[in-house]
């Protein structure tokens, strides 16, 4: 069935370092992937997206890298900071209705100053 | 208010209980969606409005009703629930058109414990 899921439910870094956050997606129609942060008592909050037709998109100390070949995607953000605890989650989208996000489970960061 | 508020942001209710969860969006959004989020699950699309009409109801029991007067307000009514009902319930908008960005803006959402 289609679904999008998270390699690593948790991940701890240091203040300063880079992080990775990993996603699989297994909807080969998929063509339009986001991935949210959401803080403790707050609702889910965009950080990036990025289209099928693209392999790399960087923001504001966050990059996302699409590998259609493996179903793929990861959130890198450099320098990461304590503000950046929160729980990141990654959606996709295949198109046809194009207001109809999957979500995978979702990754618990934990930045240690 | 800007984005999409909730209300309330807490609610405790029995299993006999009826009562209703408020969404509302400031966006000039025309879509708007129910989601539950239980611990150690994905979010779960409940409901989708478009243009005021729903068009996906992914097989929720009959004790959620959604309601949506227009496309600004979204209402979750909540009857004889159970406690594994007990969760987040967030609310999101959208603008759906063709080729533009597929973000969905959430509102913070509201704890619902069911006793």
């Known amino acids: 069935g289609e679904s999008v899921g998270l390699h690593l439910p948790t991940l701890s870094v240091q203040e300063g370092d880079n992080s990775i956050i990993n996603c699989a997606y297994s909807?080969?129609?998929?063509?339009?992937f986001i991935w949210y942060k959401q803080e403790s008592g707050k609702g889910p909050q965009f950080i990036i997206d990025?289209?099928?037709?693209?392999d790399k998109r960087q923001g504001q100390r966050v990059t996302v890298l699409l590998n259609k070949t493996v179903k793929h995607l990861s959130l890198q953000i450099a320098a990461t900071q304590p503000g950046d605890s929160a729980v990141y989650f990654c959606?996709?989208?295949?198109?046809?209705?194009?207001?109809?996000?999957?979500f995978g489970k979702g990754t618990l960061l934990t930045v240690n100053p | 208010e800007t984005g999409v508020t909730q209300t309330p942001r807490h609610l405790v209710m029995g299993m006999t209980n009826k009562k209703s969860l408020k969404c509302e969006q400031h966006?000039?959004?025309?879509?708007m969606y129910w989601y539950k989020q239980s611990a150690k699950k994905p979010l779960e699309l409940m409901f989708v409005?478009?243009?005021?009409?729903?068009?996906e109801n992914n097989s929720v029991p009959s004790r959620f009703s959604p309601e949506c007067p227009n496309s600004s307000h979204l209402f979750l009514h909540l009857h004889t629930l159970q406690p594994e009902d007990s969760a987040l319930y967030l609310c999101?908008?959208?603008?759906?058109?063709?080729?533009?960005?597929?973000?969905?803006?959430f509102g913070p959402g509201t704890r619902l414990t069911v006793t």
């Open positions: 999101a908008s959208s603008q759906v058109q063709g080729g533009g960005s597929r973000e969905q803006y």
């Open positions: 909807n080969s129609a998929s063509d339009y």
């Open positions: 990025i289209r099928s037709n693209m």
């Open positions: 959606a996709e989208n295949s198109g046809g209705s194009n207001y109809k996000l999957t």
């Open positions: 966006l000039g959004h025309n879509a």
């Open positions: 409005y478009n243009f005021k009409e729903q068009t």
